[in-house]
């Protein structure tokens, strides 16, 4: 079979499954994956792969699929603005709305390796170290590839990626070198974190509501119609006064109009609308 009616078949699996739309010019690089996986399942060629493909899509195969169609890419302080905004406009807020002594929840939306999750935890742990009004706080980090959570689980760092963001201060005070010279994040900062299994597209089922979610970089790769869909959904989950911040290059335009924006030096932060703003 020719390869003009595979990559259409994977690409089209790939869109109903994650929503993440692969466009006819990156047919190559889904190629490519395709024959890591076929490598991986130690199948012989692309074929074979289809295939295996016809029987079903499931277990190991349907992991690897998700797991490869997905971009990882994530830092530490990933864009510092949003780190300032939070720091000072969403905790003094949180503070001044929520009964003293509430837990501020956090939801890290799409987790990728934890650095996200990791960088509001340090955030946090220093405030609470100057202020007379220490937060306390959870962080669920939610990604759809398993490969990740496992790597977000277990906070360890190769060099290069803490020196991606990680002010060395941070690094030294919360992270433990190992005998493979990788970094390890210390329990202080691990502590509040939890991370889960979770496909945007499918329901939340976790219970509660959130304070913060962040959804950074991780709409752009959907269609117009799932992201409404999953922002309608994310509003069901965000606290009375809650904040939404997304990527630096996306906006709600066109998509929610349940908020009203703000912005703090250069970052944009959203508000849910109809109640009390928790932004100071
Ligand atoms: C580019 S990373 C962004 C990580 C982090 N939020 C940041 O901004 O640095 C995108 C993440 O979204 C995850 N992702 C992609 N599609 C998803 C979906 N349908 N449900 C949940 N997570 C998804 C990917 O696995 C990846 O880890």
């Known amino acids: 079979m020719q390869h003009e009616r595979i990559l259409p078949y994977f690409a089209k699996y790939i869109e109903s499954e994650l ?5 006819e010019h990156n047919y190559f690089q889904l190629q490519n994956r395709l024959e890591e996986i076929a490598k991986l399942l130690s199948v012989e060629s692309l074929e074979k792969l289809y295939k295996l493909a016809e029987t079903g899509i499931t277990g190991q195969f349907k992991q690897l699929l998700l797991d490869l169609a997905t971009n990882n890419e994530t830092s530490f302080f990933r864009d510092m603005k949003v780190f300032k905004a939070i720091e000072n406009l969403v905790l003094p807020g949180f503070l001044q709305n929520e009964p003293s002594g509430a837990e501020m929840r956090i939801w890290s ?7 996200e999750a990791l960088s509001l935890s340090i955030m946090i742990t220093e405030w609470n170290l ?9 962080i669920l980090g ?21 020196q991606r ?7 030294l005070k919360y992270f433990q070198k190992n005998e493979q010279d990788r970094w390890t994040a210390s329990p202080s900062i691990t502590k509040a974190l939890e991370f889960r299994k979770q496909n945007l597209l499918d329901p939340f089922e976790f219970a509660g509501k959130f304070h913060l979610i962040l959804l950074r970089n991780v709409l752009i790769y959907q269609p117009l119609s799932n992201k409404i869909e999953i922002l309608k959904r994310v509003t069901e989950k965000l606290a009375p006064g809650g904040v939404l911040i997304l990527g ?11 908020y009203s924006q ?19």
């Open 142 to 162: 939610t990604d759809i590839s398993e490969r990740i959570l496992l790597r977000a689980k277990k906070a360890e760092y190769s060099q290069l990626e803490v």
């Open 248 to 258: 630096s290059g996306e906006s709600l335009l066109g998509l929610s109009s349940d």
């Open 165 to 171: 963001g990680l002010p060395t201060p941070f690094l």
């Open 130 to 138: 100057r202020s007379p009004k220490p937060i306390r706080y959870s």
């Open 262 to 280: 703000t912005a703090y030096e250069g970052a944009v932060i959203y508000l849910k609308k109809g109640t009390q703003q928790s932004v100071a």
């Open 19 to 23: 929503g993440i739309v692969y466009a």
């Open 109 to 115: 939306g799409a987790s990728s390796t934890g650095q």
